[in-house]
């Protein structure tokens, strides 16, 4: 018989990592100095923090030759001795995210070390969110912000820490699609072009996704669609916010001098809450720097509409 993973379970771990390994211990402490600030863009706020921990994720190396040339940080023979997990399905372990930028961060990666693709695995995210329903899950692409391309994981958060979750009640949404429990929304006016499922069944969300999974480009080279997922239960429901995606980074990340921006946006960005590792670009960020980030990286307007037309035709 398999155990229940709860949310109590990974606070406990939490707890018990925090008194037991100084470097996690320390980083989370520090999470209590981070700075932030909010932008106001009408019916919804972008927040946008300074968090120097998160400079090894910012500006991970993801290409081919450097991840070949790297030891596996989410393999279970090369994590820190310190470092403890829960078991989940026999798949997937639980651990505390050492470079946090939740209160509450956990990373859950696979025990086999296979590539960070989402297909045949976003039911295993539902049930995550099920089962740890105190916390938002989140996926990032192998070219979307996943600082690990090359082994497959899932990260969480405590909830009311990302905007969307309560953004989605009340900003501009257009219904795609709807059958017995379960509805697709498309974002309006959001910045950043996305989908929302909202289902009741478990069988129906994974099937819509499937089939959108199947509607989005395979960009050349890659061997999925870009995208980031946001995922979490509440009142009997799944929301999943799905961000398809154009691009890895914008062209500020590259930029030099005072045009320059370290921002590698993933899904937490992407849920509202913009992670700049460097003070420079906390100061500087301007309210069109971040329409232009999200603008740059997130599928057009039109390969949105296009994408809506598609997703009607499915029933």
């Not at 120097?52 to 450097?66: E, F, H, M, T």
């Not at 089962?131 to 990032?140: M, S």
């Not at 999943?240 to 937490?268: Q, T, Y």
């Amino acid at each position: 018989m398999k155990t229940l993973v709860t949310s109590d379970n990974a606070k406990n771990l939490l707890s018990e990592q925090l008194r037991e390994w100084e470097q996690a211990r320390l980083n989370y402490e520090a999470l209590a100095k981070v700075e932030s600030k909010d932008f106001s863009f009408g019916k919804f706020i972008i927040k946008v923090q300074f968090n120097p921990g998160r400079i090894q994720s910012s500006a991970a190396k993801v290409d081919a030759k450097s991840i070949q040339e790297r030891k596996c940080f989410l393999c279970p023979a090369n994590l820190p001795e310190i470092q403890k997990g829960i078991p989940f399905e026999n798949t997937y372990q639980i651990l505390v995210n050492p470079f946090p930028i939740f209160p509450q961060h956990f990373t859950i990666p696979t025990y086999q070390h296979v590539d960070q693709l989402i297909l045949h695995r976003y039911e295993d995210m539902l049930d995550l969110a099920k089962n740890l329903d105190e916390y938002t899950f989140f996926y990032n692409g192998p070219k979307c912000g996943a600082s690990a391309p090359d082994h497959a994981h899932f990260q969480a958060g405590n909830k009311g820490f990302l905007p969307i979750e309560k953004d989605i009640k009340h900003i501009d949404k257009e219904q795609v699609l709807e059958s017995e429990g379960l509805t697709v929304y498309a974002f309006r006016n959001y910045l950043r072009n996305g989908l929302l499922i909202e289902a009741e069944d478990k069988k129906q969300a994974v099937n819509i996704f499937n089939n959108l999974y199947s509607l989005l480009e395979i960009k050349e080279g890659e061997k999925e669609p870009m995208m980031n997922i946001i995922s979490w239960y509440q009142d009997g429901k799944w929301f999943s916010c799905i961000f398809p995606r154009e691009k890895h980074r914008p062209s500020c990340f590259f930029a030099e001098g005072d045009e320059n921006i370290l921002i590698s946006p993933a899904s937490v960005d992407l849920g509202g809450v913009f992670i700049t590792p460097l003070e420079k670009d906390f100061k500087k960020i301007t309210t069109e720097d971040i329409q232009t980030i999200l603008k740059e990286v997130c599928i057009s307007d039109s390969d949105m509409l296009a994408l809506i037309g598609k997703i009607k035709n499915l029933l």
